[in-house]
């Protein structure tokens, strides 16, 4: 069997799961000015293949390149790094609402 080669891997945050098993990762760099020398946030938006839907607006993931699964998604989801404390939040009110009903 052939050896893989690695596989560019980046981690962002997640700003829309708007679609249906689709994600839109936005991953930041900082950067040096060529002339001013001063730092600058890059930011780029690529969109993500998440099979199970468990990536929430506001998690930080990591994705890896695959293989072109649409005209504009080359990524995947491989793990979700860290809960949105937004989402957790969310979660608690449904929680406490559901046991006070």
């Not at 080669?5 to 839109?24: A, F």
């Not at 199970?52 to 005209?71: N, W």
Request: charged letters at 40%; proline letters at 3%; a positive charge.
């Amino acid at each position: 069997m052939p050896e893989q080669g690695h596989k560019n891997r980046k981690v962002g945050v997640v700003v829309s799961t708007k679609s249906e098993k689709t994600i839109v990762v936005e991953v930041s760099r900082r950067v040096q000015h060529p002339l001013y020398r001063r730092y600058i946030t890059r930011k780029k938006k690529f969109m993500a293949h998440d099979e199970e839907g468990t990536a929430k607006m506001g998690d930080r993931v990591r994705i890896v390149e695959c293989r072109p699964l649409s005209k504009r998604k080359r990524w995947r989801l491989e793990e979700v790094v860290l809960k949105s404390s937004q989402v957790e939040i969310k979660v608690r009110r449904k929680r406490r609402e559901a046991a006070a009903s």
